[in-house]
């Protein structure tokens, strides 16, 4: 995908993307002052990890600086790094999800994280780059450091009717409100369910189809894929709308970063 002249403007990074249904783990080698130019919002918790550098974490009216920071999802924040960083990406309905919500943010949308099993569990995670560590291996290993901060906590879930939307949306292809409201269950008109997503997740149903079309688009870049091919292949219209909808959600354009 060709980039344009705001691209060519910001630095860019190493990246290593390792995507799966309603979960990521990716590692970012950040030259000296790359970061977001503006803020952004996505539908994921984020667990932000510096391996190596500084790292510090806005959300407007506060900025944390911190080696491992938690934001919450749709939160409005930006970040600035130099030197290795992590980023999980984890679904906030699932368990662990809201485990995390629950026991680290507390209400917050931003909150240091002290927890040495997770500190040991994710420092593999920063042989990323080195040959022979596999995707498969890397969200293998932030799944556990999740586990660790999840712990035994058994929150609230979501409605079930709302979950199985959520579960199907996941394993794809995209949902329609009419399918959706088919698979969420009997009695449940398209216009409820829309009530009722909001109500359960906090975003609306056509706004987590678009987040869920832009990880099936990553999913497929970490794959391999080129940009372009990423963006057909989840039903962007081309590459030019996918890049802008992932600087909508990541604050960065996709050309910032270097797939390896």
Known sequence: MAGNGED????RG????????????WVLEA?????????????????????????????????????????????LHRFE???????IFVEPESRAGRAVTEQWLRGRSMAEIEH?????????????????????????????????????????????RIRRVIERALAGPELSLDEAAAVAGVYLSPSRLRHLFVEQTGLAFKTFMLWQRLMRALEAYAEGKSLTEAAHHAGFSDSAHFSRVFKRYFGLPATTLTRI
């Open 81 to 87: 790094a130099d030197g290795l960083v992590g980023f």
């Open 116 to 160: 040495p099993e997770f500190a040991q569990a994710i420092a593999p995670l920063r042989g990323a780059f080195e040959p022979g560590l596999m995707q498969t291996e890397m969200l293998a290993i932030a799944a556990s450091a999740v586990a660790a901060l999840a712990g035994e906590a058994t929150p609230a879930l979501p409605d079930a």
């Open 31 to 75: 030259p000296d002052g790359f970061g977001d130019p503006g803020f952004h919002t996505h539908h994921a918790i984020q667990l932000t990890v510096s391996f190596a550098g500084g790292l510090a974490l806005s959300t407007g009216g506060r900025t944390l600086a911190a080696r491992h920071i938690a934001v919450a999802a749709d939160t």
């Open 8 to 11: 060519a403007a910001v630095t």
């Open 14 to 25: 190493r990246a290593k993307l390792a995507m799966a249904q309603g979960f990521a783990a």
